[in-house]
């Protein structure tokens, strides 16, 4: 499995960022798909998951409903559409992979800098 972040940057606080997981090396209908951010000196933090067949989705209370965590299936993409962005939402953002059956996740994209200033 190989996963793929884009769409970090540098953005002004209220602002808008959409990051993308482009997953590929196998079929992810049994599969959870979900973003994690660590900030600098914290530890990563889960952000939202998506499971990949009936698309129901899982956010973390403090990103509810600034955050919107999609999958496309015909591009086996994952999106993670952020709105009203904060200083406190810079981080690095990680998407992961994880079977339905499994608790942790397996696999790991390398992490996409979004930064926020305020």
């Known amino acids: 499995v190989q996963l793929q972040a884009s769409g970090g940057g540098l953005v002004e606080a209220g602002g808008s960022l959409r990051l993308s997981c482009a997953a590929s090396?196998?079929?992810?209908?049994?599969?959870?798909m979900g973003w994690f951010r660590q900030a600098p000196g914290k530890e990563r933090e889960f952000v939202a998951d998506?499971?990949?067949?009936?698309?129901?989705?899982t956010y973390a209370d403090s990103v509810k409903g600034r955050f919107t965590i999609s999958r496309d299936n015909t591009k086996n993409t994952v999106a993670l559409q952020m709105i009203s962005l904060k200083p406190e939402d810079t981080a690095v953002y990680y998407c992961?992979?994880?079977?339905?059956?499994?608790?942790?996740?397996?696999?790991w994209g390398q992490g996409t800098l979004v930064t926020v200033s305020s």
């Open positions: 090396g196998r079929t992810f209908t049994n599969y959870a």
């Open positions: 992961a992979a994880r079977r339905l059956r499994e608790i942790s996740y397996d696999y």
């Open positions: 998506i499971l990949w067949s009936g698309g129901s989705t």
